[in-house]
């Protein structure tokens, strides 16, 4: 059997149309994407001018290939990952990283259709991106990012896949599914705002280790919160080796 890589490789999304769809071979091809960096495509915006996905370097992307013509699938990833773009966003800053959308159907996923694909979806946020590009654009950037799709009688065959590039536009991590768990995007969205601060001093350094390892998941309300607990369990901590150490110092001069 072919690999995936080699469809890809070798032919066009209109020359695949006839290939069968091969889970186990989309993901492997969308795992071995990790760690590539996203080249140069010409894509536009809602507005018809050309957009460079070069332009949101410095912070992390989260990037969601679909087709507008797609009735449940498409619809239903865009509004659960605008649930998460929320929460993520709640927690880590509303400017910390973009969204960008790009439509894969190149014949019918023009500007026009992107942007009304954007309003029907209740898409308003800011730096969420709606994009579309020619054929050999969309082949190049689906390559660079491992995702997969297929025309079928249906429309197209792929992969649910939402891809999250880090702040040199590099594949850092994959996220599967329509409905993922709210962790999946936001812990590698969370590593990358928080560990890799971009000429930080000392202290906002600091601050930052501070808050990747004190903003925490809670599954009660479905959010992220600071978790105070850590700071006073420290506490405790610290008072106790004090209370150890004056108690040891005490008998020592006890003994002398």
Known sequence: MMTLAFWMGAATAAENRNLAFDPDAALAFSQAAIGRPVGVHKLLDRSA??????QLHGRPVVLSMIYTSCYHVCPMLTRHLADAVDIAREALGDDAFAVVTIGFDTAADRPERMRMFAAQNGIDAPDWFFLSGDQQSIDGLAADVGFTFF???????????????????RVYRQVYG???????????LK?????????????ETWLD???????VY???????????SIFVGAFV???CLGAVAT???RAWKESV
């Open 49 to 54: 001018q050309p957009f460079g996905l070069r």
């Open 151 to 169: 025309a079928s009688p249906k429309g197209f065959d792929h992969i649910s896949q939402t891809t999250v590039l880090d702040s040199d536009g």
């Open 178 to 188: 329509q409905t993922f768990e709210m962790p999946a995007l936001v812990e590698p």
């Open 191 to 203: 590593e990358l705002v928080f560990e890799s601060p971009v000429e930080a001093g000392l202290v």
């Open 209 to 215: 280790n501070v808050r990747l390892f004190c903003t």
């Open 218 to 228: 809670d599954p009660s309300s479905g959010r992220y919160r600071f978790d105070y």
């Open 237 to 239: 901590g610290l008072m």
């Open 247 to 249: 108690f040891i110092l």
